[in-house]
Protein backbone atom coordinates (compact mmCIF):
# COMPACT_ATOMS: atom_id res chain seq x y z
CA UNK A 1 0.00 0.00 0.00
CA UNK A 2 1.76 3.42 -0.94
CA UNK A 3 -0.05 5.11 2.54
CA UNK A 4 2.10 2.36 4.42
CA UNK A 5 5.01 2.76 2.42
CA UNK A 6 4.83 6.53 2.78
CA UNK A 7 4.31 6.23 6.90
CA UNK A 8 7.21 3.89 6.70
CA UNK A 9 9.56 5.94 4.94
CA UNK A 10 8.30 9.13 7.39
CA UNK A 11 9.14 7.21 10.38
CA UNK A 12 12.77 5.99 9.18
CA UNK A 13 13.81 9.69 8.78
CA UNK A 14 12.32 10.76 11.94
CA UNK A 15 14.39 8.02 13.52
CA UNK A 16 17.53 8.50 11.32
CA UNK A 17 17.66 12.07 11.89
CA UNK A 18 17.12 11.42 15.61
CA UNK A 19 19.55 9.13 15.66
CA UNK A 20 22.09 11.46 13.40
CA UNK A 21 21.90 14.52 15.88
CA UNK A 22 22.95 17.20 13.30
CA UNK A 23 21.01 19.70 11.95
CA UNK A 24 20.89 18.96 8.42
CA UNK A 25 20.08 22.24 6.36
CA UNK A 26 17.83 20.32 3.95
CA UNK A 27 16.09 17.48 3.96
CA UNK A 28 13.30 16.45 0.83
CA UNK A 29 12.13 13.25 -0.09
CA UNK A 30 9.90 12.35 -3.73
CA UNK A 31 9.05 8.58 -2.88
CA UNK A 32 12.16 6.43 -1.98
CA UNK A 33 14.73 9.75 -3.46
CA UNK A 34 16.33 11.89 -1.02
CA UNK A 35 18.42 14.70 -1.43
CA UNK A 36 20.01 16.49 1.65
CA UNK A 37 23.09 18.70 2.89
CA UNK A 38 25.14 17.70 5.52
CA UNK A 39 28.76 17.95 6.31
CA UNK A 40 30.99 16.23 4.15
CA UNK A 41 32.25 14.07 7.14
CA UNK A 42 29.32 12.79 7.46
CA UNK A 43 28.40 11.30 4.35
CA UNK A 44 28.97 7.83 4.99
CA UNK A 45 27.71 7.87 8.62
CA UNK A 46 24.52 9.17 7.13
CA UNK A 47 24.11 6.24 4.76
CA UNK A 48 25.17 3.70 7.37
CA UNK A 49 22.24 5.13 9.41
CA UNK A 50 19.65 5.13 6.65
CA UNK A 51 20.36 1.26 5.87
CA UNK A 52 20.39 0.38 9.44
CA UNK A 53 16.88 -0.24 10.24
CA UNK A 54 16.21 -2.64 8.29
CA UNK A 55 17.66 -5.23 5.52
CA UNK A 56 15.53 -4.50 2.98
CA UNK A 57 15.75 -1.01 3.21
CA UNK A 58 18.74 -0.05 1.48
CA UNK A 59 20.35 3.28 0.23
CA UNK A 60 22.53 4.04 -2.32
CA UNK A 61 24.56 7.06 -1.86
CA UNK A 62 25.54 10.21 -4.81
CA UNK A 63 27.83 13.13 -3.34
CA UNK A 64 27.63 16.64 -5.46
CA UNK A 65 30.52 17.30 -6.92
CA UNK A 66 31.83 21.26 -8.32
CA UNK A 67 28.56 22.11 -5.86
CA UNK A 68 26.04 20.70 -7.99
CA UNK A 69 23.98 17.98 -7.39
CA UNK A 70 21.33 16.07 -10.19
CA UNK A 71 17.97 15.08 -8.04
CA UNK A 72 15.27 14.12 -10.42
CA UNK A 73 14.05 16.55 -12.75
CA UNK A 74 16.27 19.48 -11.11
CA UNK A 75 20.36 20.15 -10.76
CA UNK A 76 20.51 21.91 -6.93
CA UNK A 77 23.65 24.71 -7.46
CA UNK A 78 25.36 26.00 -3.87
CA UNK A 79 26.37 29.60 -5.14
CA UNK A 80 26.99 32.59 -3.22
CA UNK A 81 25.55 30.55 -0.20
CA UNK A 82 22.64 30.29 -2.15
CA UNK A 83 20.77 27.21 -3.16
CA UNK A 84 19.85 27.99 -7.44
CA UNK A 85 17.76 25.20 -9.40
CA UNK A 86 18.14 24.21 -13.04
CA UNK A 87 16.49 21.91 -15.58
CA UNK A 88 18.22 18.90 -15.83
CA UNK A 89 18.38 16.72 -18.95
CA UNK A 90 19.92 13.32 -19.01
CA UNK A 91 22.57 12.40 -21.37
CA UNK A 92 20.58 9.75 -23.06
CA UNK A 93 18.13 12.83 -23.68
CA UNK A 94 17.41 12.33 -27.59
CA UNK A 95 15.61 15.32 -28.52
CA UNK A 96 13.24 13.87 -30.02
CA UNK A 97 9.15 14.74 -29.60
CA UNK A 98 5.84 14.69 -31.30
CA UNK A 99 7.04 15.99 -34.84
CA UNK A 100 4.93 18.61 -35.88
CA UNK A 101 3.96 16.54 -39.35
CA UNK A 102 2.55 14.10 -37.63
CA UNK A 103 -0.97 13.08 -38.01
CA UNK A 104 -2.22 14.22 -34.66
CA UNK A 105 -4.00 16.80 -33.38
CA UNK A 106 -2.86 21.03 -33.24
CA UNK A 107 -3.77 20.71 -29.72
CA UNK A 108 -1.49 17.38 -28.59
CA UNK A 109 1.55 19.72 -30.73
CA UNK A 110 0.82 22.58 -28.65
CA UNK A 111 0.41 21.06 -25.10
CA UNK A 112 3.77 19.49 -25.94
CA UNK A 113 5.15 23.16 -26.45
CA UNK A 114 2.91 23.92 -23.05
CA UNK A 115 4.61 21.30 -21.45
CA UNK A 116 8.36 22.57 -22.27
CA UNK A 117 7.62 25.78 -21.39
CA UNK A 118 6.17 25.02 -17.83
CA UNK A 119 9.66 22.55 -17.18
CA UNK A 120 11.70 25.61 -18.13
CA UNK A 121 9.58 28.32 -15.88
CA UNK A 122 9.42 25.84 -13.09
CA UNK A 123 12.47 23.63 -12.50
CA UNK A 124 14.66 26.55 -13.33
CA UNK A 125 15.98 29.81 -11.43
CA UNK A 126 15.62 33.01 -13.52
CA UNK A 127 19.05 33.03 -14.63
CA UNK A 128 18.62 30.21 -16.58
CA UNK A 129 15.32 30.80 -18.48
CA UNK A 130 17.46 32.33 -21.20
CA UNK A 131 19.33 29.38 -22.21
CA UNK A 132 16.78 26.65 -21.11
CA UNK A 133 13.97 28.61 -23.50
CA UNK A 134 16.87 28.43 -26.44
CA UNK A 135 17.30 24.43 -25.77
CA UNK A 136 13.33 24.39 -26.36
CA UNK A 137 13.41 26.64 -29.29
CA UNK A 138 16.38 24.49 -30.78
CA UNK A 139 14.51 20.68 -29.93
CA UNK A 140 10.81 22.00 -31.69
CA UNK A 141 12.45 23.17 -34.99
CA UNK A 142 14.49 20.18 -35.42
CA UNK A 143 11.10 18.30 -34.53
CA UNK A 144 9.67 20.43 -37.43
CA UNK A 145 7.20 23.25 -35.19
CA UNK A 146 7.32 26.06 -37.05
CA UNK A 147 8.79 29.43 -35.33
CA UNK A 148 5.89 31.41 -35.50
CA UNK A 149 3.81 28.56 -34.07
CA UNK A 150 6.58 28.03 -30.78
CA UNK A 151 6.96 32.04 -29.73
CA UNK A 152 3.43 32.43 -29.98
CA UNK A 153 2.47 29.22 -27.81
CA UNK A 154 5.56 30.02 -25.37
CA UNK A 155 4.53 33.66 -24.98
CA UNK A 156 0.63 32.73 -24.01
CA UNK A 157 1.70 30.17 -21.72
CA UNK A 158 3.99 32.49 -20.05
CA UNK A 159 1.16 35.25 -20.23
CA UNK A 160 -0.69 32.82 -17.65
CA UNK A 161 1.82 31.20 -16.05
CA UNK A 162 3.13 34.84 -14.43
CA UNK A 163 0.17 35.70 -12.18
CA UNK A 164 0.26 32.09 -10.98
CA UNK A 165 3.28 32.44 -9.84
CA UNK A 166 3.20 35.95 -7.65
CA UNK A 167 -0.33 34.30 -6.65
CA UNK A 168 1.37 30.94 -5.57
CA UNK A 169 4.19 32.54 -3.89
CA UNK A 170 2.42 34.80 -1.79
CA UNK A 171 -0.38 31.92 -0.93
CA UNK A 172 2.58 29.74 0.39
CA UNK A 173 4.21 32.39 2.64
CA UNK A 174 1.16 33.03 4.13
CA UNK A 175 -1.45 30.26 3.90
CA UNK A 176 1.08 27.35 3.34
CA UNK A 177 -0.23 24.11 5.46
CA UNK A 178 0.97 20.59 4.12
CA UNK A 179 -1.81 18.35 4.26
CA UNK A 180 -1.82 14.27 4.52
CA UNK A 181 -4.69 12.42 2.63
CA UNK A 182 -5.49 8.91 2.83
CA UNK A 183 -8.81 7.53 1.64
CA UNK A 184 -12.02 7.83 3.99
CA UNK A 185 -13.26 4.64 5.53
CA UNK A 186 -16.06 5.38 8.57
CA UNK A 187 -14.64 4.75 12.14
CA UNK A 188 -11.14 3.64 10.73
CA UNK A 189 -9.78 6.96 9.25
CA UNK A 190 -11.47 9.82 11.08
CA UNK A 191 -10.80 7.47 14.88
CA UNK A 192 -8.15 9.44 17.45
CA UNK A 193 -5.41 6.27 16.97
CA UNK A 194 -5.48 7.15 13.06
CA UNK A 195 -4.64 10.64 13.69
CA UNK A 196 -1.57 10.00 16.19
CA UNK A 197 0.15 8.19 13.41
CA UNK A 198 0.81 11.53 12.04
CA UNK A 199 0.78 13.90 14.64
CA UNK A 200 4.50 14.28 14.48
CA UNK A 201 4.67 14.87 11.06
CA UNK A 202 3.72 18.35 10.64
CA UNK A 203 0.46 17.46 8.12
CA UNK A 204 -3.17 17.74 8.93
CA UNK A 205 -5.20 14.73 7.38
CA UNK A 206 -7.51 15.59 4.81
CA UNK A 207 -9.57 12.32 2.85
CA UNK A 208 -10.82 11.23 -0.14
CA UNK A 209 -13.70 9.52 -1.02
CA UNK A 210 -13.85 5.69 -1.61
CA UNK A 211 -17.25 5.75 -3.60
CA UNK A 212 -17.40 7.88 -6.52
CA UNK A 213 -18.53 7.55 -10.07
CA UNK A 214 -15.08 6.27 -11.15
CA UNK A 215 -15.56 2.70 -9.60
CA UNK A 216 -18.56 2.38 -12.01
CA UNK A 217 -18.63 3.92 -14.77
CA UNK A 218 -15.28 3.01 -16.66
CA UNK A 219 -14.19 4.59 -19.71
CA UNK A 220 -14.19 1.99 -22.90
CA UNK A 221 -10.31 2.60 -23.27
CA UNK A 222 -7.96 -0.30 -24.57
CA UNK A 223 -5.98 -1.87 -21.87
CA UNK A 224 -1.78 -0.93 -21.85
CA UNK A 225 -0.19 -3.10 -21.50
CA UNK A 226 2.39 -3.32 -18.37
CA UNK A 227 5.39 -2.33 -19.82
CA UNK A 228 4.25 0.53 -21.67
CA UNK A 229 2.68 2.64 -18.65
CA UNK A 230 4.33 5.09 -17.29
CA UNK A 231 4.33 7.58 -13.46
CA UNK A 232 4.23 4.59 -12.19
CA UNK A 233 5.67 3.10 -8.43
CA UNK A 234 7.71 -0.37 -9.10
CA UNK A 235 8.92 -3.65 -7.37
CA UNK A 236 11.32 -6.21 -8.81
CA UNK A 237 11.72 -9.28 -6.34
CA UNK A 238 14.69 -11.48 -6.04
CA UNK A 239 14.02 -15.01 -7.39
CA UNK A 240 16.63 -16.67 -5.03
CA UNK A 241 16.14 -14.60 -1.84
CA UNK A 242 13.52 -12.29 -0.47
CA UNK A 243 15.50 -8.94 -1.52
CA UNK A 244 13.42 -6.59 -3.42
CA UNK A 245 13.97 -3.32 -5.55
CA UNK A 246 11.26 -0.28 -5.46
CA UNK A 247 11.62 2.39 -7.62
CA UNK A 248 9.56 5.06 -9.47
CA UNK A 249 9.52 5.92 -13.19
CA UNK A 250 7.89 8.59 -15.30
CA UNK A 251 8.81 7.34 -18.31
CA UNK A 252 7.63 4.12 -20.31
CA UNK A 253 8.47 0.50 -17.68
CA UNK A 254 10.08 -0.87 -20.95
CA UNK A 255 12.66 2.30 -20.99
CA UNK A 256 13.46 1.80 -17.36
CA UNK A 257 13.35 -2.20 -17.25
CA UNK A 258 16.20 -2.08 -19.93
CA UNK A 259 18.21 0.55 -18.26
CA UNK A 260 18.18 -1.89 -15.23
CA UNK A 261 19.74 -5.04 -17.01
CA UNK A 262 22.13 -2.61 -18.49
CA UNK A 263 23.38 -0.66 -15.73
CA UNK A 264 26.58 -2.70 -14.23
CA UNK A 265 27.31 -0.31 -11.28
CA UNK A 266 23.29 -0.18 -9.81
CA UNK A 267 22.24 -1.66 -6.70
CA UNK A 268 20.48 -4.42 -8.67
CA UNK A 269 24.17 -5.12 -10.34
CA UNK A 270 25.36 -5.44 -6.93
CA UNK A 271 22.91 -7.95 -6.12
CA UNK A 272 23.03 -9.75 -9.36
CA UNK A 273 27.00 -10.11 -8.96
CA UNK A 274 26.34 -12.48 -5.50
CA UNK A 275 24.99 -15.15 -8.81
CA UNK A 276 20.91 -14.30 -7.87
CA UNK A 277 18.69 -13.38 -10.61
CA UNK A 278 15.46 -10.98 -10.69
CA UNK A 279 12.48 -11.33 -11.94
CA UNK A 280 11.70 -8.95 -14.19
CA UNK A 281 8.07 -9.34 -14.64
CA UNK A 282 7.30 -5.72 -12.34
CA UNK A 283 4.74 -5.76 -9.48
CA UNK A 284 3.37 -2.04 -10.16
CA UNK A 285 2.37 -0.69 -6.79
CA UNK A 286 1.32 2.35 -7.53
CA UNK A 287 -0.08 4.73 -10.41
CA UNK A 288 0.03 8.47 -11.17
CA UNK A 289 -3.28 9.21 -12.69
CA UNK A 290 -4.15 12.22 -14.72
Not at 124 to 136: D, G, V, Y
Request: proline letters at 3%; charged letters at 25%; one cysteine or more.
Amino acid sequence: SPIIAEFTLQDLKSRAIATLRVDLPFYFRYVDDVVLAAPPSMGRTILDTFNSFHTRLQFAVEEGADNRLNFLDVTIILEDGLFLFNWFHKPTLSGRYLHFESRHSLCQKKGKIIGLTDKVFWLSHSKFHKENFKFIINILSNNGYPLSFIFHTIIDRLNILLPRYFIFHISYLIFHISYFNVPYINNISDCESFRLCVRDLDVKLSYTGINNLCRFIKVGKDKVEKDSRSNIVYKINCMNCDASYVGQTGRLLRTRIKEHIRNLMSVIAEHRALEHTFDFDIEILDEETF
